[in-house]
C-alpha cells in the first residue's frame, strides 16, 4: 500500500513499526459482533490492540496501554469498520484517461473505502494470473487503501473460453465474473460454476439477457415517451431465474449483482428458501434513484442495469431490509466526458460512487429503512464474508481498516469536487447526510476531512 | 379564413425541441400565424424582409430532401441568409464530436440553428451548448413538431377544427417521431387519438401516452375522420418487426377497402416520402378527393415560416445570438 503524501511508515504512529495510537471517545459500530456502544480503541503495529467500551475515556487508556500514549478524541462520532467496496472498475491497466488505482484510491480514502474489489474488465482483461499479480503490483506502489481483483469468467471477456480458474484463485482471484455482461451460454455458465466450486469461489454474475438488454433505459412510459430504445426488467428477470435453475443443477455458489427488480429479487429470495447458495448485491443508484432521473436525456443517469421504475426501487429496499440482498456496491464505473456528452442511446454505462457510497447507504437509516449497524453490515462485514476477506470488522489483532464519519452532517454531493479522475456521478446536485472525518487503512491516516 | 394582420404573441421558449410541453394557447399561435403565411405564399407577394439580416444554418446530420429544403424556403421567403449544412460534407464524418459542431456553429454567430439527428436527444443536447434559438427538425424517434403543426394546420384548414376529432396514426409507430409529436399535438388540442399497426411496431408503453391501440386495422378505421399513414422505417429497423412487405401491405396497408370503414369524408395523410405499394396504395394516395398529401408539403413552408418568426420574435438582436 501507498502511503499519503509519500510519508515514509516506519515511525508513523499507528503504522507498522510507529509508536501506537488511541482513538477515544467513538461510537464504536462493528457489525460482525453487533457492538454499538462510546468506547475507545489503540491501535499499534497497523492493528487493533484493543477495542472495546471501557476504552471510552482518555483516562482509562493508562491501565489499557502504556502512559502518554497520543491519543484522538473522536467527539462522539462513529468509529465503523473501512468499507468493503466489492464491485469497483478502477480503468487501469488500459484507460487511464478515466481513472488509475491511484486517483481511485483517493476517491476510495475520501468516501472511507479502504477494501475495492475491482472488476476485470480492465484493457487486457484481467484474465491470467500474470495479469492478477500485475494489478496487486500496482496496487502496492499506488494505491492508498487494499486492492482485491476478480478474474473474468471467459478470455478477454468474450463468452467463450474459461479461463484458468485455479491459477488465477492461486494468484489471488476473489472471483469469477464476466463484468458487466452475463455469462450468456447456458452450458458455459454450468461449468463455470461446477468449476469454481473445486476453488471455493463464486461466479458473479451482470443481472440481465444480453439480447434483451440492448436498450439504453429502462423500458416503459418515459422511453416510449423519449423515443429511447429500452431494456425491458424482464430481461433482469429472465437471466436471473434461467441462472438459478443452473446453479441449482450444479450445487456452484452464485452472486447477482446490480440487482434491480422486484421480480428478480422475488426469484432470488425464493431460491435463498430453498437452501440454494445464491447471493447478490445492489448499488446505490438502485434505491436512490429511478428511470425519472433520465427525464432530461441525463446521460451521467445512464447505468447498467438501467435505474427502474418506483416499484422497482421500493421493492430493493424492501430486499435489503429483509436480507434477500446480501451486500451494497458503489459499482463505480468512472468515464471522461468523450464518453459522456453524447446523445442518450450512445452514451456510455455507469456512474462514479466511491465517494457518495456512504452517504447514501446512510439515506437509508436517516429515513428509518435499515438501522444504523444494519446498514454498515450492507457495507462492510457482509461483502467481507461474501469474498471470504478478512476485513470489514473491528477486532483485536485484525488490521486497523476503519473509518470515522459524523453520521448527521449535511453537505451537497457537487461533481466536479470528486476525487476521481472523472466527474460522472448520478448524484450531482444532491444533498445527502453523513460525511467522513477520517479514514484509517493499516493503523495511517489516508484521509482526513479538512 | 383570409387574415390581413398577423398574430401577434410569443412562444415562452427560446427554442422549438417538441410538442410536449407546448400550451395549447401556444400551438393555436403558431397555426393561426401560419395560416397567414399560407395566404401570403399563394398571393405571392414577394419576398418578405422580416429576417433580413439574420442567419438560419440547416444542420442536418441525417439525410432529408423535403425537411431540408422546406426550412431553406421559409427562411428565405422571410429575407433570411440560410446556409445548408449536411453530415455528407462536414467535419461530422470526419469523427468531430456533436458537442464539437455545436461549439463551431455558435462561433459562426447564427441566429437560428434548425437541426436533424439521428438521435433521441442529440437536438436538445445541441441547443444547451449555443446561444441562438434551435428548432428540432427531426431527432432520431423522439420529436419532430413543425411535422405535426403542418399535419395539424391541414387538419384545420379542412375540418375547421381539431378539437373532438378522431385521428387514426397508422403503421411503424415504434420508430416515428412523426407519430409522437403528433399524439402531443392532437392531445393537447382535444383530438381523439388512436395507433393502429402491428404489436412488434408499437413501443410497449404507448398507451400510457392517452391513446387507443389498435392492432387490427379495420377495427382501428373504424368512424375516424382523419387516417394519418406513416412510413416503414426499415433503416431503423434491425431484427424482424415484420416478416415482409407483402404480409405488412395485406394487414398494414392503406386500401380502399380498409377505408371504408372510416368516415365517408375521411381524410389521408403521409408525412412522406411514401413507400407505394408497402404502407399505402398509389390510388389512395393520388385521390385528390381524399388525400392531403401534397397539401402537407404546402403547409410545411407556411409553418416552418411561422416557425422562424415566432423564435427571432424572442430574440434581442440581429447581429448574433438571443440573450
Same mark, same amino acid.
Given at each position: 500500500?501507498?502511503?499519503?503524501?509519500?510519508?515514509?511508515?516506519?515511525?508513523?504512529?499507528?503504522?507498522?513499526?510507529?509508536?501506537?495510537?488511541?482513538?477515544?471517545?467513538?461510537?464504536?459500530?462493528?457489525?460482525?459482533?453487533?457492538?454499538?456502544?462510546?468506547?475507545?480503541?489503540?491501535?499499534?503495529?497497523?492493528?487493533?490492540?484493543?477495542?472495546?467500551?471501557?476504552?471510552?475515556?482518555?483516562?482509562?487508556?493508562?491501565?489499557?496501554?502504556?502512559?502518554?500514549?497520543?491519543?484522538?478524541?473522536?467527539?462522539?462520532?462513529?468509529?465503523?469498520?473501512?468499507?468493503?467496496?466489492?464491485?469497483?472498475?478502477?480503468?487501469?491497466?488500459?484507460?487511464?484517461?478515466?481513472?488509475?488505482?491511484?486517483?481511485?484510491?483517493?476517491?476510495?480514502?475520501?468516501?472511507?473505502?479502504?477494501?475495492?474489489?475491482?472488476?476485470?474488465?480492465?484493457?487486457?482483461?484481467?484474465?491470467?494470473?500474470?495479469?492478477?499479480?500485475?494489478?496487486?503490483?500496482?496496487?502496492?506502489?499506488?494505491?492508498?487503501?487494499?486492492?482485491?481483483?476478480?478474474?473474468?469468467?471467459?478470455?478477454?471477456?468474450?463468452?467463450?473460453?474459461?479461463?484458468?480458474?485455479?491459477?488465477?484463485?492461486?494468484?489471488?482471484?476473489?472471483?469469477?465474473?464476466?463484468?458487466?455482461?452475463?455469462?450468456?451460454?447456458?452450458?458455459?455458465?454450468?461449468?463455470?460454476?461446477?468449476?469454481?466450486?473445486?476453488?471455493?469461489?463464486?461466479?458473479?454474475?451482470?443481472?440481465?439477457?444480453?439480447?434483451?438488454?440492448?436498450?439504453?433505459?429502462?423500458?416503459?412510459?418515459?422511453?416510449?415517451?423519449?423515443?429511447?430504445?429500452?431494456?425491458?426488467?424482464?430481461?433482469?428477470?429472465?437471466?436471473?431465474?434461467?441462472?438459478?435453475?443452473?446453479?441449482?443443477?450444479?450445487?456452484?455458489?452464485?452472486?447477482?449483482?446490480?440487482?434491480?427488480?422486484?421480480?428478480?429479487?422475488?426469484?432470488?429470495?425464493?431460491?435463498?428458501?430453498?437452501?440454494?447458495?445464491?447471493?447478490?448485491?445492489?448499488?446505490?443508484?438502485?434505491?436512490?434513484?429511478?428511470?425519472?432521473?433520465?427525464?432530461?436525456?441525463?446521460?451521467?443517469?445512464?447505468?447498467?442495469?438501467?435505474?427502474?421504475?418506483?416499484?422497482?426501487?421500493?421493492?430493493?429496499?424492501?430486499?435489503?431490509?429483509?436480507?434477500?440482498?446480501?451486500?451494497?456496491?458503489?459499482?463505480?464505473?468512472?468515464?471522461?466526458?468523450?464518453?459522456?456528452?453524447?446523445?442518450?442511446?450512445?452514451?456510455?454505462?455507469?456512474?462514479?460512487?466511491?465517494?457518495?457510497?456512504?452517504?447514501?447507504?446512510?439515506?437509508?437509516?436517516?429515513?428509518?429503512?435499515?438501522?444504523?449497524?444494519?446498514?454498515?453490515?450492507?457495507?462492510?462485514?457482509?461483502?467481507?464474508?461474501?469474498?471470504?476477506?478478512?476485513?470489514?470488522?473491528?477486532?483485536?489483532?485484525?488490521?486497523?481498516?476503519?473509518?470515522?464519519?459524523?453520521?448527521?452532517?449535511?453537505?451537497?454531493?457537487?461533481?466536479?469536487?470528486?476525487?476521481?479522475?472523472?466527474?460522472?456521478?448520478?448524484?450531482?446536485?444532491?444533498?445527502?447526510?453523513?460525511?467522513?472525518?477520517?479514514?484509517?487503512?493499516?493503523?495511517?491516516?489516508?484521509?482526513?476531512?479538512? | 379564413?383570409?387574415?390581413?394582420?398577423?398574430?401577434?404573441?410569443?412562444?415562452?421558449?427560446?427554442?422549438?425541441?417538441?410538442?410536449?410541453?407546448?400550451?395549447?394557447?401556444?400551438?393555436?399561435?403558431?397555426?393561426?400565424?401560419?395560416?397567414?403565411?399560407?395566404?401570403?405564399?399563394?398571393?405571392?407577394?414577394?419576398?418578405?424582409?422580416?429576417?433580413?439580416?439574420?442567419?438560419?444554418?440547416?444542420?442536418?446530420?441525417?439525410?432529408?430532401?423535403?425537411?431540408?429544403?422546406?426550412?431553406?424556403?421559409?427562411?428565405?421567403?422571410?429575407?433570411?441568409?440560410?446556409?445548408?449544412?449536411?453530415?455528407?460534407?462536414?467535419?461530422?464524418?470526419?469523427?468531430?464530436?456533436?458537442? /464539437?459542431?455545436?461549439?463551431?456553429?455558435?462561433?459562426?454567430?447564427?441566429?437560428?440553428?434548425?437541426?436533424?439527428?439521428? /438521435?433521441?436527444?442529440?437536438?436538445?443536447?445541441?441547443?444547451?451548448?449555443?446561444?441562438?434559438?434551435?428548432?428540432?427538425?427531426?431527432?432520431?424517434?423522439?420529436?419532430?413538431?413543425?411535422?405535426?403543426?403542418?399535419?395539424?394546420?391541414?387538419?384545420?384548414?379542412?375540418?375547421?377544427?381539431?378539437?373532438?376529432?378522431?385521428?387514426?396514426?397508422?403503421?411503424?409507430?415504434?420508430?416515428?417521431?412523426?407519430?409522437?409529436?403528433?399524439?402531443?399535438?392532437?392531445?393537447?388540442?382535444?383530438?381523439?387519438?388512436?395507433?393502429?399497426?402491428? &404489436?412488434?411496431?408499437?413501443?410497449?408503453?404507448?398507451?400510457?401516452?392517452?391513446?387507443?391501440?389498435?392492432?387490427?386495422?379495420?377495427?382501428?378505421?373504424?368512424?375516424?375522420?382523419?387516417?394519418?399513414?406513416?412510413?416503414?422505417?426499415?433503416?431503423?429497423?434491425?431484427?424482424?418487426?415484420? &416478416?415482409?412487405?407483402?404480409?405488412?401491405?395485406?394487414?398494414?396497408?392503406?386500401?380502399?377497402?380498409?377505408?371504408?370503414?372510416?368516415? &365517408?369524408?375521411?381524410?389521408?395523410?403521409?408525412?412522406?416520402?411514401?413507400?407505394?405499394?408497402?404502407?399505402? /396504395?398509389?390510388?389512395?394516395?393520388?385521390?385528390?378527393?381524399?388525400?392531403?398529401?401534397?397539401?402537407?408539403?404546402?403547409?410545411?413552408?407556411?409553418?416552418?415560416?411561422?416557425?422562424?418568426?415566432?423564435?427571432?420574435?424572442?430574440?434581442?438582436?440581429?447581429?448574433?445570438?438571443?440573450?
Amino acid at each position: 500500500m501507498r502511503y499519503p503524501d509519500g510519508v515514509v511508515p516506519a515511525k508513523t504512529p499507528g503504522g507498522r513499526g510507529g509508536p501506537p495510537v488511541a482513538y477515544v471517545n467513538a461510537r464504536l459500530l462493528d457489525p460482525a459482533s453487533n457492538l454499538d456502544a462510546l468506547g475507545g480503541m489503540v491501535v499499534r503495529n497497523g492493528q487493533v490492540a484493543e477495542i472495546g467500551a471501557h476504552l471510552a475515556a482518555a483516562g482509562a487508556l493508562a491501565a489499557a496501554g502504556p502512559a502518554g500514549i497520543e491519543t484522538i478524541d473522536c467527539g462522539g462520532m462513529c468509529l465503523a469498520p473501512g468499507l468493503v467496496d466489492m464491485r469497483v472498475q478502477l480503468r487501469e491497466p488500459g484507460e487511464e484517461h478515466k481513472e488509475t488505482i491511484s486517483t481511485a484510491s483517493e476517491a476510495a480514502a475520501v468516501g472511507g473505502i479502504t477494501t475495492m474489489v475491482a472488476l476485470p474488465n480492465t484493457r487486457p482483461a484481467i484474465d491470467d494470473a500474470a495479469l492478477v499479480e500485475s494489478v496487486a503490483r500496482l496496487a502496492r506502489e499506488t494505491s492508498l487503501v487494499r486492492v482485491h481483483t476478480y478474474a473474468a469468467v471467459t478470455r478477454g471477456l468474450n463468452g467463450k473460453e474459461m479461463t484458468e480458474f485455479g491459477l488465477l484463485a492461486a494468484a489471488g482471484a476473489l472471483g469469477f465474473t464476466d463484468a458487466t455482461h452475463a455469462v450468456a451460454d447456458p452450458q458455459l455458465l454450468r461449468r463455470a460454476l461446477s468449476y469454481a466450486r473445486t476453488f471455493g469461489k463464486a461466479i458473479i454474475q451482470h443481472p440481465e439477457e444480453p439480447i434483451l438488454s440492448r436498450g439504453a433505459m429502462n423500458e416503459g412510459e418515459l422511453s416510449t415517451r423519449l423515443g429511447i430504445p429500452g431494456s425491458p426488467a424482464m430481461a433482469e428477470i429472465i437471466q436471473i431465474e434461467r441462472d438459478i435453475r443452473i446453479a441449482e443443477l450444479t450445487g456452484g455458489r452464485l452472486h447477482f449483482s446490480n440487482v434491480t427488480t422486484a421480480q428478480g429479487l422475488a426469484a432470488i429470495r425464493n431460491a435463498k428458501a430453498r437452501g440454494l447458495a445464491i447471493t447478490c448485491d445492489t448499488a446505490p443508484h438502485y434505491f436512490a434513484l429511478n428511470e425519472m432521473a433520465l427525464s432530461d436525456y441525463r446521460t451521467f443517469a445512464k447505468v447498467s442495469p438501467p435505474l427502474r421504475s418506483e416499484d422497482d426501487r421500493r421493492a430493493v429496499i424492501e430486499a435489503l431490509k429483509d436480507g434477500t440482498i446480501d451486500a451494497i456496491a458503489s459499482d463505480h464505473s468512472p468515464h471522461d466526458q468523450d464518453s459522456k456528452r453524447l446523445p442518450l442511446a450512445q452514451a456510455a454505462f455507469g456512474t462514479v460512487g466511491l465517494e457518495t457510497l456512504l452517504p447514501i447507504v446512510l439515506e437509508l437509516v436517516h429515513n428509518k429503512q435499515l438501522g444504523l449497524l444494519e446498514a454498515l453490515a450492507k457495507i462492510t462485514s457482509a461483502p467481507a464474508a461474501l469474498l471470504g476477506l478478512k476485513e470489514g470488522r473491528l477486532a483485536k489483532g485484525l488490521a486497523a481498516d476503519f473509518v470515522v464519519f459524523d453520521p448527521a452532517a449535511p453537505w451537497k454531493i457537487e461533481a466536479k469536487r470528486l476525487q476521481s479522475k472523472s466527474k460522472n456521478s448520478a448524484f450531482d446536485d444532491r444533498l445527502v447526510q453523513g460525511r467522513v472525518l477520517r479514514t484509517v487503512a493499516a493503523g495511517i491516516p489516508i484521509h482526513i476531512a479538512s | 379564413m383570409s387574415q390581413s394582420v398577423f398574430p401577434v404573441g410569443r412562444l415562452r421558449l427560446r427554442h422549438l425541441l417538441g410538442i410536449e410541453g407546448l400550451s395549447a394557447e401556444e400551438i393555436t399561435l403558431l397555426l393561426d400565424l401560419s395560416e397567414s403565411y399560407v395566404e401570403q405564399n399563394r398571393a405571392r407577394g414577394g419576398k418578405s424582409s422580416l429576417l433580413r439580416g439574420r442567419t438560419i444554418i440547416n444542420l442536418f446530420f441525417e439525410n432529408s430532401t423535403r425537411t431540408r429544403t422546406s426550412f431553406e424556403l421559409a427562411g428565405k421567403r422571410l429575407g433570411g441568409d440560410v446556409v445548408n449544412m449536411s453530415a455528407e460534407v462536414s467535419s461530422i464524418k470526419k469523427g468531430e464530436t456533436l458537442m /464539437d459542431t455545436a461549439v463551431t456553429m455558435n462561433a459562426m454567430l447564427p441566429d437560428v440553428l434548425i437541426v436533424r439527428h439521428p /438521435d433521441s436527444g442529440a437536438v436538445k443536447l445541441l441547443s444547451e451548448k449555443v446561444d441562438c434559438a434551435v428548432i428540432n427538425a427531426g431527432d432520431g424517434t423522439h420529436e419532430h413538431p413543425t411535422q405535426a403543426l403542418l399535419d395539424a394546420l391541414a387538419i384545420r384548414r379542412h375540418k375547421k377544427r381539431l378539437q373532438g376529432l378522431l385521428v387514426a396514426i397508422c403503421g411503424d409507430i415504434l420508430h416515428s417521431r412523426v407519430a409522437r409529436s403528433n399524439i402531443h399535438l392532437l392531445a393537447t388540442m382535444g383530438a381523439r387519438v388512436r395507433v393502429v399497426g402491428p &404489436p412488434t411496431l408499437m413501443p410497449t408503453a404507448i398507451a400510457r401516452m392517452g391513446v387507443e391501440v389498435f392492432h387490427d386495422m379495420r377495427k382501428g378505421l373504424e368512424g375516424v375522420d382523419i387516417v394519418m399513414m406513416l412510413r416503414l422505417q426499415t433503416e431503423r429497423m434491425q431484427g424482424n418487426f415484420v &416478416p415482409s412487405v407483402r404480409e405488412y401491405f395485406r394487414h398494414y396497408g392503406l386500401d380502399y377497402e380498409k377505408l371504408s370503414v372510416a368516415k &365517408p369524408d375521411a381524410l389521408i395523410m403521409h408525412p412522406g416520402p411514401m413507400n407505394r405499394g408497402v404502407e399505402i /396504395d398509389s390510388e389512395v394516395a393520388d385521390d385528390v378527393d381524399r388525400s392531403l398529401i401534397r397539401e402537407q408539403v404546402e403547409m410545411g413552408v407556411a409553418v416552418r415560416m411561422a416557425c422562424l418568426d415566432l423564435l427571432t420574435r424572442n430574440l434581442v438582436s440581429n447581429t448574433g445570438g438571443a440573450t
